[in-house]
């Protein structure tokens, strides 16, 4: 079973940006498609980005569309969220997983694996 781990968070300014890192271990994260979500103080997890097994297909919230890109690296245990024109309603906790049921779904009962999270904080 895979396990996933996040990182790369932290305090920016409005307007920066910020990579976050998703690493596999126990399965390579080329056999899953991939998903993040976060969790805003008081919120419930919000999905934020998918992308497919063969990383052709993508998906994105609506909040964060032209401004968030989900990709695979070139290693195969290794997926990123790459954050640009970040604004102080993007704080949280950012969550990498793995979809476990079809592609398309991005309610949280799709997803598996959970990492720890890492934590993003913007100032205004």
């Known amino acids: 079973q895979v396990q996933t781990a996040e990182s790369g968070g932290g305090l920016v300014r409005t307007g920066d940006s910020l990579r976050l890192d998703c690493a596999a271990s126990?399965?390579?994260?080329?056999?899953?498609?991939m998903g993040w979500f976060r969790q805003a103080p008081g919120k419930d997890d919000e999905f934020v980005a998918a992308?497919?097994?063969?990383?052709?297909?993508?998906e994105y919230a609506d909040s964060v569309k032209g401004r968030f890109t989900i990709y695979r690296g070139s290693a195969k245990n290794t997926m990123y969220l790459e954050m640009n024109n970040l604004k102080p309603e993007d704080t949280a906790v950012y969550y990498c997983?793995?979809?476990?049921?079809?592609?398309?779904?991005?309610?949280?009962?799709?997803?598996?694996?959970w990492g720890q999270g890492t934590q993003v904080t913007v100032s205004s």
């Open positions: 992308i497919s097994r063969s990383g052709a297909l993508t």
């Open positions: 126990g399965s390579p994260l080329a056999s899953y498609g």
């Open positions: 997983a793995v979809i476990v049921g079809a592609w398309g779904s991005t309610e949280k009962r799709n997803f598996g694996s």
